[in-house]
């Protein structure tokens, strides 16, 4: 059974830094898409980061480039999401989520999703 449960959310400052992770088990990290999502509170689901665990090639949303950083550890089976630089608007629950295709980026071709963890930017 595939399992993803992410941690690190809380309460940070604005220009603060939290680092989430996504610890996954159930599967092999072969060819797969990791995925971090966000949603605020009446807005859509937002995909802001991914990377593909074949090569650890990774992308970010306009959003967060340049201030968030996505990463594996293959030996912990975990996926973190560095976050520096926080902003009000980055307030949100945090999804991890993984997909079989690695090219995928749009929700719908993500099979599996954690629980999510909140994160709360205060200005």
């Known amino acids: 059974e595939v399992q993803l449960v992410e941690s690190g959310g809380g309460l940070v400052q604005a220009g603060g830094s939290l680092r989430l992770s996504c610890a996954a088990s159930g599967f092999l990290f072969s060819d797969s898409a990791i995925g971090w999502f966000r949603q605020a509170p009446g807005k859509e689901r937002e995909g802001i980061s991914y990377?593909?665990?074949?090569?650890?090639?990774?992308y970010y949303a306009d959003s967060v480039k340049g201030r968030f950083t996505i990463s594996i550890d293959y030996a912990r089976h975990t996926v973190y999401l560095q976050m520096n630089s926080l902003k009000p608007e980055d307030t949100a629950v945090y999804y991890c989520?993984?997909?079989?295709?690695?090219?995928?980026?749009?929700?719908?071709?993500?099979?599996?999703w954690g629980q999510g963890t909140q994160v709360t930017v205060s200005s």
């Open positions: 990377i593909s665990s074949g090569d650890s090639t990774t």
């Open positions: 989520a993984l997909s079989s295709r690695w090219w995928a980026r749009a929700a719908y071709e993500f099979a599996y």
